[in-house]
């Protein structure tokens, strides 16, 4: 072996590892946090996590029952309207407009994917807080539903747009209309990706503690209707994280087991919705 | 392939070569669809040339020549299907039982005039679905199961599929997809059908069993076909029209266009010297 080849067999391997090792890194970042979160927040988990009201300072026990309904209520109300105006949104795109406004449009989607979480807090507080005169689950669902909006819109347009033209003529050659093809062909054939797109935007928001710190604000008791303050599992999370209690400590670990868990289940449906089910075939 | 450099050639070629199929044929054939003075214009680009001939009724008539000629762009115009591209415009008349097709409803138009493609693009549903379609969306007053079983039996795929009708459609193979494709397009019971290369991405035996059933739909609707096979033309067609570069060279029966062309270019094409 000469000295050339040695030193060539050398950098592949030494660059194969390399590659390996960032790989590793890359995964066990991910099994690092989740054990770390099971490990604390395993131990501090309990039936009363999930059923009581947090305790008044200096008790120990209670829950974050107020905070899961909480965030169920925003999440719901951040569907109802972000993902509506996603996807008929992406239906525009995707099939009727065409050159300069679809570029608009899309280039306004991705630019409001990247303004920063805290300034759409702001800015829901300026057109909601503000009027109402006081915090509200109605604006924390406000402002998680336009974080929804631009990945409900962008990844539904991919989705649209890889319906096989094929597909559409069919239709249209049967006599359907441009919106009965929209309807019963083209929607039906996207619509396992759709679900994946708005579940992942779910996933997305369900995090998010920067928009609701003054729009949903906080509340240590529930918080019925939709015109209070509510409290919120992220919100919690901080709120009890940069307290000086053990306690408070221990349940911010629970509250971080429970969120991650919830979005790691919602991004295993959603990648089972995608691989089952009557693909259409790429032409 | 612009304008400006094909008037010398046009005007050798009268468009009237249609005069010959009627010649041939002079038991008074009834015409299905007219096509007159086709001129058909992609932005600037145009691509069919004062195109004329006609199609006659429960006739199965094949469009030849090599590929872009611009026979499959005079099929789709027969549907209108060339609406749905951007840029796409022509100059001309087409009439389906003496009306034009262009000032009628686009959608009812549709149903009368169906069309089956080069690949088979079966939805994402269910055999019995698929053909179910045409009938649901333009709401249909007969039995759906009925006209299912109808359209299947008359595109020959009943027996395959009787046990099965409610698997998905992309079990099938490809041949049986593209027969699925046929049902599909009868169920709405279309005058006119019009077929894509419709053999194309198909195997012999599948091809065969296709050609064998255009045969036997001609009696139930005009058919029109698109092929760049010339034996095909010549085995299933009443009528060949051969076309090259936009224009149409030649239309005659078919036993006559393959064996007296009477244009050189024809001969060379029907010969194998190009395309």
């Not at chain 1, 702001?122 to 929804?148: E, N, Q, R, W």
């Not at chain 1, 599992?233 to 919830?262: E, S």
């Not at chain 2, 699925?180 to 035996?205: F, G, H, M, T």
Request: net charge positive; hydrophobic share 50%.
């Amino acid at each position: 072996m000469t000295p050339r080849l040695r030193w060539r067999k050398f950098v592949s391997g030494f660059m194969l590892a390399m590659t390996g090792v960032c790989a590793l890194v890359a995964v066990s970042v991910l099994f690092f946090i989740l054990g770390y979160l099971v490990y604390h927040g395993g131990t501090s988990i309990s039936w009363n996590f999930f059923t009581k009201l947090p305790a008044p300072v200096g008790e120990s026990g209670g829950g974050m029952a107020n905070a899961i309904l909480g965030s169920a209520k925003l999440l719901l109300i951040a569907s109802l309207f972000g993902v509506p105006i996603g996807f008929f949104g992406a239906i525009y795109l995707a099939e009727f407009s065409g050159g300069t406004t679809a570029f608009v449009v899309r280039y306004a989607a991705d630019l409001l994917n990247g303004v920063p979480s805290i300034v759409i807090g702001i800015f829901a507080y300026g057109l909601v807080v503000l009027p109402f005169k006081h915090f509200s689950t109605l604006a924390g669902g406000f402002a998680l539903g336009l974080m929804m909006i631009p990945i409900t819109l962008r990844s539904t347009e991919e989705f649209l747009r890889a319906v096989p033209r094929a597909l559409r003529e069919a239709a249209m050659a049967l006599g359907a209309s441009k919106w009965k093809t929209i309807v019963t062909v083209i929607v039906p054939a996207a619509y396992r990706g759709i679900l994946t797109a708005v579940l992942l935007a779910f996933a997305r928001v369900a995090g998010e503690t920067a928009p609701l710190l003054f729009t949903a604000f906080g509340n240590r008791f529930w918080s019925p209707g939709w015109q209070q303050p509510t409290a919120s599992l992220p919100v919690m999370i901080f709120t009890y994280a940069v307290a000086p209690y053990d306690d408070w400590h221990r349940q911010a670990w629970a509250a971080g087991l429970v969120l991650l868990g919830l979005i790691l289940v919602i991004n295993i449906v959603a990648r089972a919705i995608l691989s089952r089910g009557i693909a259409v075939p790429r032409s | 392939m612009h304008a400006s450099a094909r008037p010398a050639v046009s005007v050798k070629i009268p468009p009237i070569v249609t005069s010959a199929a009627a010649r041939e044929t002079p038991t008074a054939l009834s015409m299905r669809m007219t096509i007159s003075r086709l001129n058909f214009f992609y932005g600037s680009k145009q691509v069919l040339f004062d195109v004329s001939m006609g199609i006659a009724t429960n006739k199965v008539t094949s469009l030849i020549g090599p590929s872009g000629c611009g026979k499959s762009t005079l099929l789709r115009t027969l549907n209108r299907m060339h609406e749905a591209v951007r840029g796409a415009r022509l100059e001309g008349e087409i009439l389906l039982d003496g009306q034009n097709i262009f000032t009628q409803d686009v959608t009812s138009y549709r149903r009368r005039v169906g069309m089956v493609f080069q690949r088979p693009n079966p939805f994402p549903k269910s055999i019995f679905e698929n053909v179910a379609y045409g009938l649901r969306i333009n709401g249909s007053k007969v039995p759906i199961s009925d006209a299912v079983e109808k359209s299947l039996r008359h595109a020959a795929l009943w027996d395959e599929v009787k046990d099965h009708l409610h698997k998905s459609a992309y079990e099938l193979s490809g041949g049986q997809q593209q027969r699925l494709c046929i049902a599909r397009a009868l169920a709405v019971e279309p005058e006119v059908l019009l077929l894509d290369e419709p053999c194309s991405a198909l195997d012999p035996i599948s091809t065969a069993k296709i050609e064998e059933l255009l045969v036997q739909l001609k009696d139930l609707c005009t058919i029109v076909t698109v092929t760049h096979n010339m034996q095909q033309a010549a085995r299933i067609s009443d009528f060949t029209a051969f076309l090259l570069t936009g224009q149409l060279i030649e239309f005659s029966p078919t036993p006559h266009l393959f064996t007296t062309p009477a244009d050189p270019r024809t001969e060379a094409y029907i010969t194998g010297r190009f395309g």
